[in-house]
């Protein structure tokens, strides 16, 4: 069974910093592209960050860009992601991704939520005024 476990959220002040986890117990994490998804109340997930499997190659979400870093550890199959300079506008249960196919590009990633076929059960982020 495929499983992934996000953990590091929790209430932070304006201004401040988060660094989410993903532990994942896939055995092909070392070549499946990874990603971060946010979903707020009453609207629809929204693409944060994706890496891919080489770590070579991201792209992040333009509401996010130049404040997160997405990053992996592909040894002890952890993904994690930076949050720096949050805002309220960042509150919202935080979810991370895998793809099953096993690209052989190590610069490929994907942005769109129907490319992953693995979640995470999410991690609540509250950013306080």
């Known amino acids: 069974q495929v499983q992934l476990v996000e953990s590091g959220g929790g209430l932070v002040q304006a201004g401040g910093s988060l660094r989410l986890s993903c532990a994942a117990s896939i055995r092909t994490f070392s070549r499946n592209v990874m990603g971060w998804f946010r979903q707020a109340p009453g609207k629809e997930r929204e693409f944060v960050a994706t890496?891919?499997?080489?770590?070579?190659?991201?792209s992040y979400g333009d509401s996010v860009k130049g404040r997160f870093t997405i990053s992996r550890d592909n040894p002890k199959n952890l993904l994690y992601l930076q949050m720096n300079s949050l805002k309220p506008e960042d509150t919202a249960v935080y979810y991370c991704?895998?793809?099953?196919?096993?690209?052989?590009?190590?610069?490929?990633?994907?942005?769109?939520?129907?490319?992953?076929?693995?979640w995470g059960q999410g991690t609540q982020v509250t950013v306080s005024s």
């Open positions: 890496i891919s499997w080489s770590g070579r190659s991201t």
């Open positions: 991704a895998a793809d099953r196919t096993l690209y052989s590009s190590g610069t490929y990633y994907s942005r769109q939520k129907g490319a992953y076929d693995y």
